[in-house]
C-alpha cells in the first residue's frame, strides 16, 4: 500500500522510538577462508572457525600471490571463497514482527541463509542487499550464514576485497510498518526564501483505518513542522527560511513519520535530511541555493589502504576531512556504489557526491565481470541504489557507468543508455543521470552522449580539449570533466625531466585531438634526481595529456563548466601492475599529503596559505641549482635562503606557480606570502641531519570503545632538533597493549613489499602509519614504535565506554 504525504528531504533511516530498532549487526561473527559445505546449516559445528567483527575483507590479510588470477588490476591480493555465520538471539515478540536484515555490500556473488532458508544470491559485490526475514525466524537461537564467492577473476580493474566489507544490520518494526526505504522526499523552492516538501510514504502489510503524522526537527532538535496527511493520503509541508545545506553550511533536519491504526501509534520513522536545491544552466553551470558554483571534486576508489575495502567510518571521516581542508568540495564514487557510511558522512560534512552505479555495462572490459550479470540484474541495483541514497542531500547526480564500451556503437548504445536515464528518472525525477564518457568523439558519433542528462568528459582520448568544440556543437548540453587526466605524483620523490602520457591511438581515434597536449618544459638540462626513476614526479610535470594547472584553467575560464573530478583524490590498491598500489592521489595511500594536495589547496581554496617544494635535504655538492616551486592563493611569495632573500615575485592566474633557481647550501628555506603587501603566511623548509628519533603523533588522543573506532598513528622519523628525516627509510616496529587491537600498518610506497597486517613496517620518506582500532572494552591503549639506533617513541590513547 502507497501512501502520499508529506515531509522533507534527503537521509537514511536511523534507529527511533519503542516502536522500531535498527540494530548493530556487526560483532559475533564466525569465518572459514574457503567453501564449507552445509555451513548453512543451524546445526553445524564453526567452534574452529575465526572469530571476526565486520567490516572484514578477507583478502587484504592474505600474502600476494603472483600467479593469483586477480592479477596486476587486484594488485595480486588473493581472492577465492570466504563463509560467514553467526547466531543470535530472536525473544518471542519478534515472531509477530517484521525484521529485516542489511547487509551494504558484500564481495561477491553474495548469498545469504537464516537458519538454513535461502534469501538468494546477488552477484554484484557493490550493491546493498536487504531482505525481511521475519518468515525464517524462531524465538531462541538463529543462524545467520552468508557465502562470498570472489574466485572467478579476474573480475574487476581495480582492488576489490573479498567478503563482508560493510555494515549490516537488523531492523525490527511491527507488521504494518514504514517500508524499508520506502520514503521519498522531494524539495520545491516555495517563494524567496521558503521551501515546499512532498513525499511519498510507502506502508508494509497495510490495515485499515491507518494514518500518518509528521514533524521535522532543525539540527538542534527544536521542531519547526508538524503536518497530517490528508484523506487521500498527500501532503506538503511549507518550511519557512530554512538552513540550506550546502558544502559551507551541511545543515540536516530530521523527519519523524509516526504511523497510526485506530490511533495507536505502530511505526515511528526517522529520517535524516537536508534542504537545498540545485540547477544546471547550459551557458552558466552549477547553481546550488541559487548561488553559482564550480564542482572542485575528485574520483574515489573504495579501498582505504592498509584495511583493503572494509569500510572503517573514522577512517573515511578523515580522508573527507583532508580533502575538505584542500577546497574539494565534491567526489564522484568511482566506478561503483557507495558505502552508505560514505554517503551519509558527504551529507554531514558537506561534500556533494555524484554517486556512480557501475563500471561497464552489457560489453565486457574484465573476463568475469558485470556484463556477466548485466542483463538480469540491472535494474535492481540501479533501484537499491536510488532508494537506499535518494534522500541524501549530498547526491545530486546518479552515474549509469564510466567509460562504457557501449559509447561508440550507434545501434545498441543509444537505446540502452536511454532505457537506463529512463530508469533513474522513473525512480528519482529530482536529479539528473550522467555517464563517464572516455573517446567523446565516439559517444558524440554513436549518439550516445545526446541520451544523457548531464555529459561527464573523461580525459581518455583527449576528450578533455573536447570542451568548447562540443559545447559550439551542442550548445544545450550541461559539460562537466567526470575524470580529468591523472595526476602522477610519489610523496617526497621529485624528478627534473617532464613526463607526459598520451595514448598512440589519440589522433588516430579522434581526428581533432592530433598535436595537442600540454606541455611542461624540462626544469633542468640534466635530471637531478635520476635515482628517482621508478617513482613519479610531485612537481605539476608528471600527467597525462594536461596538467592539474592546466585542467584547472579550463574548468576555471569555462563558465558552462559544471566542475571537475581529478582523477583521484587518495591513491588507491590496484590497477598497478608490478606496484601494490596507484599514486594518482594528492593524498597518498595513508592520508598523507602530497606537493599536488597544496596545489589543489591553492587554487580552491581562500584561507592565505602557501606551499614550497621540494624538501631541503639534498646530496647535492653546494651550488647545484633546484628548481624551487611555490604554491599559494596570496598576491605575491618572497624566497628566502639562511636569511638572504632571493626575490619576491606575484602569482601570474596562468601560471598558477612561481619558480626560483636556487643554488644548494644547506640551511633554511622559508616562503612568506602576502596580499595587498601584508604578509598573510609563511612556510619553511630545513635541512635535516642524521635519523635520532621516532616520533609519534595521533589523529585524536581518545577513543570510544565500541569495538569499531579507529586512531590514525603517524610515525615520524627526525633528527636530534625535531624536523623531519624527508628521505629517511628506518625500519620500525610497532607494539600495542591494552584495550586496542593493531588494523594495519603503511607507509604509501606504491613498491611497497611488506604486508599490510603486521608489527613491521618501513619508513618511507620519512613517514610510516599504524592503525589501532578500539574493543568493546574501555580502558588505556599505549602504543610504542622502535627503529634500530633511533630513540624510541611512546604514547597513550584512552578509549572510553561507548554511549551505546
Known amino acids: 500500500m502507497r501512501i502520499m504525504c ?12 519503542a516502536t522500531r530498532e535498527v540494530l548493530e549487526f556487526n560483532a559475533g561473527w564466525r569465518f572459514h577462508l574457503g567453501d564449507a559445505a552445509g555451513f548453512e546449516a543451524s546445526g553445524f559445528n564453526d567452534s574452529k572457525w575465526t572469530s571476526v567483527r565486520l567490516p572484514h575483507d578477507f583478502s587484504i590479510g592474505l600474502p600476494r600471490d603472483f600467479d593469483d588470477s586477480s592479477l596486476k588490476d587486484g594488485a595480486y591480493f588473493q581472492t577465492g571463497i570466504g563463509c560467514y555465520r553467526k547466531e543470535f538471539k530472536v525473544p518471542e515478540a519478534w515472531l509477530s514482527k517484521a ?30 542487499v536487504w531482505h525481511e526475514i521475519s518468515g525464517f525466524l524462531k524465538a531462541g537461537k538463529n543462524v545467520v550464514a552468508v557465502r562470498a564467492d570472489n574466485s572467478n577473476q579476474p573480475n574487476s580493474r581495480w582492488y576489490t576485497g573479498s567478503g563482508i566489507y ?31 516538501l512532498d513525499v511519498a510514504v510507502e506502508v508494509q502489510h497495510g490495515v485499515p483505518g491507518m494514518a500518518l503524522e509528521f514533524s521535522v526537527a532543525a539540527q538542534d532538535g527544536t521542531v519547526v513542522a508538524t503536518e497530517i496527511a490528508a484523506a487521500d493520503g498527500t501532503a506538503s509541508v511549507l518550511l519557512k527560511n530554512p538552513v540550506r545545506w550546502s558544502p559551507e553550511t551541511p545543515h540536516l533536519y530530521t523527519l519523524e513519520t509516526r504511523l497510526k491504526v485506530a490511533g495507536k501509534v505502530v511505526d515511528e520513522h526517522m529520517e535524516i535530511f537536508g534542504v537545498r536545491d540545485f540547477r544546471m ?8 541555493n541559487g548561488k553559482s558554483i564550480k564542482l572542485k571534486g575528485v574520483c574515489l576508489h573504495h579501498d582505504a589502504g592498509s584495511v583493503g575495502s572494509a569500510f572503517y567510518r573514522p577512517i573515511w571521516k578523515r580522508r573527507l576531512r583532508l580533502l575538505k ?6 567526489i564522484r564514487t568511482s566506478h561503483n556504489i557507495a558505502a552508505r557510511e560514505l554517503i551519509e558522512l558527504c551529507d554531514e560534512m558537506g561534500m556533494i557526491v555524484l554517486e556512480e552505479a557501475f563500471d561497464g555495462l552489457r560489453m565486457q572490459k574484465r573476463e568475469q565481470d558485470y556484463h556477466l550479470y548485466f542483463d538480469e540484474w540491472w ?12 534522500n541524501s542531500p549530498s547526491v545530486v547526480m546518479w552515474s549509469i557507468g564510466n567509460e562504457i564500451k557501449e559509447k561508440g556503437d550507434a545501434e545498441n548504445g543509444p537505446p540502452l543508455v536511454r532505457a537506463m536515464v529512463e530508469e533513474v528518472h522513473r525512480l528519482d525525477p529530482t536529479r539528473p543521470a550522467t555517464c563517464g564518457n572516455n573517446f567523446i568523439f565516439a559517444a558524440n558519433k554513436a549518439g550516445v552522449s545526446q541520451e544523457l542528462d548531464v555529459v561527464g568528459y573523461n580525459d581518455g582520448g583527449g576528450s578533455v580539449w573536447e570542451y568548447a568544440n562540443d559545447k559550439a556543437a551542442y550548445p544545450d548540453r550541461l559539460i562537466y570533466g567526470s575524470e580529468v587526466p591523472h595526476t602522477f605524483a610519489t610523496r617526497g620523490m621529485y624528478k627534473t625531466t617532464t613526463r607526459v602520457k598520451k595514448a598512440k591511438k589519440d589522433a588516430e581515434l579522434s581526428g581533432s585531438t592530433k598535436d595537442k597536449g600540454e606541455w611542461v618544459p624540462n626544469l633542468a638540462k640534466k635530471e637531478l634526481w635520476p635515482e628517482n626513476k621508478k617513482y613519479a614526479s610531485s612537481y605539476d610535470n608528471d600527467y597525462t595529456r594536461i596538467s592539474v594547472r592546466g585542467s584547472w584553467k579550463l574548468t576555471r575560464d569555462l563558465p558552462f563548466m559544471i ?6 583524490g587518495i591513491d588507491y590498491i590496484g590497477e598497478s601492475g608490478n606496484r601494490t598500489n596507484n599514486d594518482f592521489g594528492v593524498l597518498d595511500l595513508c592520508g598523507f599529503k602530497k606537493d599536488p594536495y597544496y596545489l589543489l589547496q591553492s587554487l580552491w581554496t581562500t584561507e592565505p596559505m602557501v606551499h614550497l617544494l621540494p624538501h631541503w635535504t639534498h646530496t647535492f655538492k653546494k651550488g647545484t641549482v633546484i628548481p624551487v616551486w611555490a604554491y599559494s592563493n596570496c598576491d605575491e611569495v618572497e624566497l628566502f635562503l639562511n636569511g638572504k632573500s632571493l626575490g619576491r615575485q606575484t602569482m601570474d592566474p596562468d601560471v598558477l606557480r612561481i619558480e626560483w633557481k636556487v643554488p644548494y647550501a644547506p640551511g633554511k628555506l622559508e616562503a612568506r606570502a602576502y596580499r595587498a603587501g601584508k604578509p598573510e603566511a609563511a612556510t619553511v623548509r630545513v635541512t635535516a641531519g642524521r635519523p635520532a628519533c621516532v616520533v609519534l603523533t595521533a589523529d585524536k588522543t581518545a577513543m570510544t570503545a565500541s569495538g569499531s573506532d579507529v586512531v590514525h598513528i603517524r610515525a615520524e622519523i627526525q633528527d636530534g632538533q625535531g624536523n623531519i628525516c624527508p628521505t629517511a627509510m628506518n625500519l620500525v616496529e610497532f607494539k600495542v597493549k591494552g584495550v586496542g587491537t593493531m588494523l594495519g600498518v603503511d607507509n604509501g610506497d606504491p613498491y611497497l613489499e611488506h604486508s599490510f597486517v603486521g608489527e613491521h613496517m618501513p619508513a618511507f620518506n620519512g613517514l610510516c602509519q599504524l592503525l589501532v582500532k578500539s574493543t568493546d572494552e574501555a580502558g588505556r591503549i599505549e602504543i610504542t614504535a622502535t627503529a634500530d639506533g633511533l630513540k624510541s617513541g611512546s604514547m597513550i590513547i584512552l578509549s572510553a565506554p561507548s554511549a551505546d
Open 325 to 330: 581542508e584542500a577546497g574539494c568540495n565534491a
Open 281 to 288: 544552466d547550459p551557458k552558466e553551470g552549477l547553481f546550488l
Open 379 to 390: 535494474r535492481e541495483d540501479l533501484k537499491n541504489m536510488i532508494l537506499r541514497d535518494r
Open 99 to 128: 525484521v529485516t536484515i542489511d547487509f551494504d555490500g558484500i564481495y561477491e556473488n553474495g548469498e545469504i541463509w537464516i537458519n538454513g532458508h535461502s534469501l538468494g544470491k546477488r552477484p554484484y559485490g557493490y550493491v546493498p
Open 563 to 568: 566542475g571537475e573530478f581529478r582523477w583521484t
Open 166 to 196: 560493510r555494515k549490516a544490520t537488523l531492523t525490527v518494526a511491527n507488521k504494518t510498518h514504514v517500508a524499508y526505504h520506502g520514503v521519498r522526499i522531494e524539495t520545491k523552492p516555495e517563494g524567496a526564501n521558503g521551501c515546499r
Open 6 to 17: 508529506v515531509a522533507v528531504v534527503l537521509g537514511a533511516a536511523c534507529a527511533s522510538g
